[in-house]
């Protein structure tokens, strides 16, 4: 069973910054792409970065230059640090399995931007 754990995620100031953790198990996660992506109140869901199996990692326009995806394939986790936190990025994180992230997602983490 694919089960996606996360943690981290909470309320910062705009500029401050963030670091949302999702723990893996139940699939090979060596050989898997993994995503998150995100929900903000009132509007669909927004692909927000990937990581391939290679561990090379992918972005959206809205978030590239201030947000980093990477994985420790040891603790089969992968991590989003968010960095220059805008209001605009406030919204309900998940990660998922997949680059896409269409695939099984985790319980989802709240990060609310606001000063």
């Known amino acids: 069973e694919v089960r996606l754990v996360q943690s981290g995620g909470g309320v910062v100031q705009p500029g401050g910054s963030l670091r949302l953790s999702c723990a893996a198990s139940g699939f090979n996660f060596r050989s898997s792409a993994m995503s998150w992506v995100r929900q903000a109140p009132g509007k669909g869901l927004e692909w927000v970065s990937a990581?391939?199996?290679?561990?090379?990692?992918s972005y959206a326009d809205s978030v590239k230059g201030r947000f980093t995806m990477s994985r420790d394939i040891a603790k089969n986790t992968v991590y989003l640090e968010l960095n220059n936190l805008r209001i605009a990025d406030t919204a309900m994180y998940y990660c998922a399995q997949g680059f896409t992230g269409s695939g099984a997602r985790g319980q989802g983490t709240q990060v609310t931007v606001s000063s």
């Open positions: 990581i391939n199996r290679d561990g090379a990692a």
